[in-house]
């Protein structure tokens, strides 16, 4: 039996968990999945980090399939769409504390291997779009023939 991802139900947990916490809710979005609405002069390197605490955002929607809201950027009211697969990681500003999801195929790529998560805590020295998917890591050309064995979470924590 296939499941849905427990993305998005991860994320609404630690959405309500940092909120709780009286700890501030950031979201990092690979900018370039399709159906990602963000205001593109804020994207660097292909991502996003978006503050979507109710003090910042309107109207925050956190269903299965996508992230809603209505944000102030630049003095311009605009409304974000974040796919779930597009969900790179949410924390709390504050502290780091959070999650950092693996990436997820596109829906018309063959899925090799099955989702994983991964805890990590982002440091305060830290820059949010530093934070990228292990998959990008610059290692020697060799490996990149190698197929990736499931199993094993492949993150990388920037300090």
Known sequence: ?????????????????I???DCTPYILVDAARRGVEVPCEFVKDGQ???NISP?????????????????????????????SDALMAIYARENGQGMVFEVEPQVDEP????AEIGLVEVTSESKPAEVKPADTDQSDESDDKKPKKPGR?????VK
């Open 153 to 157: 979470p492949h993150l990388k924590v």
């Open 1 to 17: 039996m296939t499941m849905t991802s427990s993305r998005p139900y991860i994320a609404r947990a630690l959405y309500e968990w």
């Open 111 to 114: 899925e090799e291997q099955e």
């Open 55 to 83: 003090s910042a955002v309107r109207a925050l929607q956190m269903d299965n399939d996508m992230i809603t809201f209505s944000g102030r950027f630049g003095g311009e009211a605009l409304n974000i769409t974040v796919p």
């Open 48 to 50: 996003i980090v978006l």
């Open 19 to 21: 909120l709780d916490n």
